[in-house]
């Protein structure tokens, strides 16, 4: 099973930047998948974005379209999500996930990173 680790959330205002890092590491070959997840007090877990292995992305969620960017270097193992314009309804833990074994279902998943955006 795939191990990961996420870097890079924190607190920033309204229409702030931040970019989430996930390090993949464990016996995979690195053929998979990767994703990012997020979670609000209150709310469900919810698919933000996916990257195929090629580092194409094939998926986004409708409320992050045009200001998230999802990304890959599978040299380094690891993958990104760029957040630009950040709004206070981004407020969420984030979570880096690889390994799909169904539609917008993850095997592995990171222990996840804070990110608030104040307004």
């Known amino acids: 099973q795939v191990q990961l680790v996420e870097s890079g959330g924190g607190v920033v205002q309204t229409g702030s930047s931040l970019r989430l890092s996930c390090e993949a590491s464990g016996p995979s070959d690195g053929r998979y998948a990767m994703g990012w997840l997020r979670q609000a007090p209150g709310k469900a877990r919810e698919v933000v974005a996916v990257v195929s292995l090629s580092g194409v992305p094939t998926y986004y969620l409708d409320s992050v379209k045009g200001r998230f960017a999802i990304s890959r270097d599978n040299g380094k193992k690891t993958a990104y999500l760029q957040m630009n314009n950040l709004r206070p309804e981004d407020t969420a833990i984030y979570y880096c996930?690889?390994?799909?074994?169904?539609?917008?279902?993850?095997?592995?998943w990171g222990p996840g990173t804070q990110v608030t955006v104040s307004s």
């Open positions: 996930a690889a390994e799909l074994v169904g539609p917008l279902d993850f095997r592995s």
